[in-house]
């Protein structure tokens, strides 16, 4: 047994980056609705997966958070495509960590500023996490938020960076 159940860490073996992207098509194509067949993107060749385990699932169903980290211009970092599988949101561990090792890796590696763009009703979550709301906007049809994370809440990890992101294209 793991000494502790949830992981939160770079997505890199064939199995995580299988489940990471079996699970954003669960949520924002199947559950959702807000792509159609594949929420894949360009930003999937540049952004760095990271995958909430539970190590007490079944090799299979380890994935159940996922979240894509990515510098858009020097020091400015994104979060996006956020999601926890619907078995695991009542938790209240997975998104929060999820959020806490995205913005710690980017800080590790950077970040002068990290901002994501947040839906409606998981603005008030991210405001906990000391995110402010910058700007309201549509997206997808669905009102989002542009946030902001404050920096000094989530102090540099020791998680080395990548030299260059792996190759997703060929695993989704």
């Known amino acids: 047994m793991a000494l502790h159940r949830y992981s939160f860490e770079l997505a890199k073996t064939p199995q995580d980056l299988e ?9 924002f ?9 594949d929420d894949a993107d360009n930003l999937d ?16 169903n380890r994935v159940v958070g996922v ?8 020091r400015l ?5 956020l999601g926890v599988h619907p078995d695991y949101r009542r938790v209240g561990r997975i998104g929060k960590g999820l959020i806490h090792k995205a913005v710690t890796t980017a800080n590790t590696w950077g970040c ?11 603005v008030r ?9 910058l700007e309201e906007m549509v997206l997808c049809d669905r009102t989002h938020h542009l946030m902001e994370a404050d920096l000094a809440h989530y102090p540099p990890s020791d998680e080395v960076r990548p ?4 190759s997703l294209q060929e695993v989704s």
């Open 19 to 27: 489940g990471y992207f079996a699970l954003r098509q669960a949520i």
């Open 29 to 37: 194509c199947e559950e959702q609705g807000l792509f159609d067949h």
């Open 45 to 60: 060749g540049v952004a760095y997966p990271i995958v909430a385990l539970d190590h007490e699932a079944s090799p299979g």
């Open 67 to 74: 979240v894509r980290i990515y510098e858009k211009s020097s």
């Open 77 to 81: 970092w994104y979060g996006g495509r």
């Open 112 to 122: 002068d500023r990290f901002l994501a763009t947040v839906q409606e009703q998981n």
């Open 125 to 133: 979550f991210f405001q906990r996490l000391h995110w402010d709301s």
């Open 163 to 166: 030299l260059l992101p792996w």
